[in-house]
């Protein structure tokens, strides 16, 4: 069972910086694709950015020139850097890994973390 742990999110005024991790544990033989997701009161969940395995990196328009997503293979954990906050960025944050398990390919998402910028 793989399983994924986010950490990172907070109170911040707006123009500040905020760096979000997602560490996962079991046994994983690939990663195929990582990515944040976001969701605020109210709205759908919303892509933020993803990294495949092979390294590309995939931006929302709102998150291009902000934010920036990089991945620690060695410790299977994935980061999102997240520059130039503004109060429309508050939602929860979610973690999402689509990995070769021992179950085959699968997706997984994490618990999500507060993210909540001040004017």
């Known amino acids: 069972q793989v399983q994924l742990v986010e950490s990172g999110g907070g109170l911040v005024q707006a123009g500040g910086s905020l760096r979000l991790s997602c560490a996962t544990s079991g046994v994983i033989f690939r990663f195929i694709a990582m990515g944040w997701y976001r969701q605020a009161p109210g709205k759908q969940r919303e892509l933020v950015a993803s990294?495949?395995?092979?390294?590309?990196?995939n931006y929302a328009d709102s998150a291009k020139g902000r934010f920036t997503i990089s991945r620690d293979n060695a410790k299977g954990t994935v980061y999102l850097q997240m520059n130039s906050l503004k109060p429309e960025d508050t939602a929860v944050y979610f973690c999402?890994?689509?990995?070769?398990?021992?179950?085959?390919?699968?997706?997984?998402w994490g618990q999500g973390t507060q993210v909540t910028v001040s004017s």
């Open positions: 999402n890994v689509d990995v070769y398990a021992v179950g085959g390919r699968t997706n997984y």
């Open positions: 990294i495949t395995g092979g390294g590309t990196t």
